[in-house]
């Protein structure tokens, strides 16, 4: 099992920025790629970011592309979600998931965290 904790969610105006975190324990966390997606009121959850085992690859739904930046320090077990000119669009529950293949599918994720509120205010 691996057991996730995301953080860094909040309510900031247009434009500002925003750094979620996910905080893993349990299994060896390079061991799997990680995943930052949202879902938004009345919406489906959707992919936001991916990143590899290592971190040297990495992957954004083409909404988020040059404003949101995700990385991993696998030494602390976290993975991080950069957010920059945030948008009223981005208000969402956030989360983290874990996954043993590098992957953009929803289901190809075994771990996920409780989510983390982000509110963009117009």
């Known amino acids: 099992q691996v057991q996730l904790q995301e953080s860094g969610g909040g309510l900031v105006q247009t434009g500002g920025s925003l750094r979620l975190s996910c905080a893993a324990s349990?299994?060896?966390?390079?061991?799997?790629?990680m995943g930052w997606f949202r879902q938004a009121p009345g919406k489906e959850r959707e992919f936001v970011a991916a990143i590899s085992w290592s971190g040297d690859s990495t992957y954004y739904t083409d909404s988020v592309k040059g404003r949101f930046t995700i990385s991993r320090d696998n030494a602390k077990n976290t993975v991080y979600l950069q957010m920059n000119r945030l948008k009223p669009e981005d208000t969402a529950v956030y989360y983290c998931a874990a996954s043993l293949t590098y992957a953009l599918g929803e289901r190809e994720y075994d771990f996920w965290g409780q989510g983390t509120q982000v509110t963009v205010s117009s």
């Open positions: 349990g299994r060896t966390f390079s061991n799997y790629a």
